[in-house]
Each structure stands twice: as C-alpha cells, then as structure tokens.
C-alpha cells in the first residue's frame, strides 16, 4: 500500500489546512486511516484516526474540536481538516494505514505497517 499525503504549507494562526492522503490499495475502505505528526526534537505524536468499521473517529485531546477526519472510499481518500491552527500545531504531518488494530492500539504510531511521505505544515504567530 503506497499512501501519498499532500495539503501542508505555511498559514497564520487562526488559519486553516486541510491535508489529503490517497491511497494506492483498492482496499481502502476497510483500513483504519490516522495522522500523525512531528515537530523537530520532538517524537512522532498521534493526531487523529478513522476506524472504518462503524466510522469510528480518535482524536488527540491537543486537537479535539479544531481537527477534523474524515475519509472519501470512492476516492481512496482521507482528509485531515485543520482549523484554528495554532503555532504549536507546526510539523511535518504523516499518514497512516493499517488493516487491522484494536481500538487500544490505534494511538501508537509502532502499530501501523504503511506510510506517507510526509507534509510540512508551519503555522506563524
């Protein structure tokens, strides 16, 4: 599964971005999607998940309210709508897919086999 993220860039804080990840598998559907992030020197923190069976959403407590996931199966599509950024919001976000995990792995970046390249996103004060 090759996963292609795009969308990042540099906004002003109070701005919006909304990140897209498109994967190759035609499978999509049935694979937990999720974001992850990571700002420089630091680890690679959980952002958001979308559990395909019953459309289950997980957000990161940082992010709950101004983040949104979701994800567009005919387009093989997840989107990562990001509103009222803040400056501690700047990172280089990743995608992520996984067939299966269980609800209590899926805010651990170890648990997902695929990846995306990867988009910078920078948010000014």
């Known amino acids: 599964v090759q996963l292609q993220a795009s969308g990042g860039g540099l906004v002003q804080a109070g701005g919006s971005l909304r990140l897209s990840c498109t994967a190759s598998e035609r499978r999509f559907g049935r694979f937990i999607m999720a974001w992850f992030r990571q700002a420089p020197g630091m680890e690679r923190e959980f952002v958001a998940a979308?559990?395909?069976?019953?459309?289950?959403?997980y957000y990161a407590d940082s992010v709950k309210g101004r983040f949104t996931i979701s994800r567009d199966n005919a387009k093989n599509t997840v989107y990562l709508q990001m509103n009222n950024l803040k400056p501690e919001d700047t990172a280089v976000y990743y995608c992520?897919?996984?067939?299966?995990?269980?609800?209590?792995?899926?805010?651990?970046?170890?648990?997902?086999?695929?990846w995306g390249q990867g988009t910078q996103v920078t948010v000014s004060s």
């Open positions: 992520a897919a996984d067939r299966r995990l269980i609800s209590s792995s899926i805010r651990y970046d170890i648990e997902y086999d695929y």
């Open positions: 979308y559990k395909w069976d019953g459309g289950t959403t």
